[in-house]
């Protein structure tokens, strides 16, 4: 059975940064990919970042600059590197396998 479970949530003040952790409970051979999304209060889930079974990382347009996703070589945990923190990504943040798959959430509060 697929298990993730994510990690890392806190609050932070705005200008900082925060990494993020996923657990992967999966057969290496089943991921295709990983990736991140996030919900804000009220707004719609929102796509992050993906890393592919090759390595290829896809990122929205807002947090290219600032975000890094990177994970281990066994696939076991997946990390959101985030820099440079705005109020405004106070989110719930989830991990994805495949689109498919979801871990519960972690929150990320970012306020002075």
């Known amino acids: 059975q697929v298990q993730l479970v994510e990690s890392g949530g806190a609050l932070v003040q705005p200008g900082g940064s925060l990494r993020l952790s996923c657990a992967v409970s999966?057969?290496?051979?089943?991921?295709?990919?990983l990736g991140w999304y996030r919900q804000a209060p009220g707004k719609e889930r929102e796509w992050v970042v993906t890393?592919?079974?090759?390595?290829?990382?896809t990122y929205t347009s807002s947090v290219k600059a600032r975000f890094t996703i990177f994970r281990d070589n066994a696939w076991s945990t997946v990390y959101l590197q985030m820099n440079s923190l705005s109020p405004e990504e106070t989110a719930v943040y989830c991990c994805?396998?495949?689109?498919?798959?979801w871990g519960r959430g972690t929150l990320v509060t970012v306020s002075s």
């Open positions: 994805d396998m495949n689109e498919r798959y």
């Open positions: 999966a057969s290496i051979f089943d991921i295709y990919n």
């Open positions: 890393i592919s079974r090759g390595g290829t990382t």
